[in-house]
């Protein structure tokens, strides 16, 4: 399975962005698809997620801000980052969990790096 992220970008603080992350198959085989990011120094963290059902979790730091979604048809999840902030800034990972008992399948994209300028 290859997950493909978007290119981030140098934002402004206060702007907008969106990250799509594109499957190499049908993202209705995965229990949970999920948006991480790893700052400079620390470790990598859940910014979002999303189930198969189409339910959705924030971490503190994105709610009220972050939006994660997905397209079924084009087999992608996004991130819409809202009112980014420059503690936004690090690198962004797409994740697609499958869950096949016993075996918990963990599937990775490249990283994309987003920068949030003040």
């Known amino acids: 399975v290859q997950l493909q992220a978007s290119e981030g970008g140098l934002v402004q603080a206060g702007g907008s962005l969106r990250l799509s992350c594109a499957a190499s198959?049908?993202?209705?085989?995965?229990?949970?698809m999920a948006w991480y990011r790893q700052a400079p120094g620390k470790q990598r963290d859940v910014v979002a997620t999303i189930t198969s059902g189409g339910s959705t979790d924030y971490a503190d730091s994105g709610k009220g801000r972050f939006t994660i979604s997905r397209d079924n048809a084009k087999n992608t999840v996004y991130l819409r980052m809202n009112s980014v902030k420059p503690e936004d800034t690090a690198v962004y990972y797409c994740n697609a969990v499958q869950v096949v008992v016993p075996t918990v399948h963990n599937y990775w994209g490249q990283g994309t790096l987003v920068t949030v300028s003040s």
């Open positions: 198959r049908s993202i209705f085989s995965f229990n949970v």
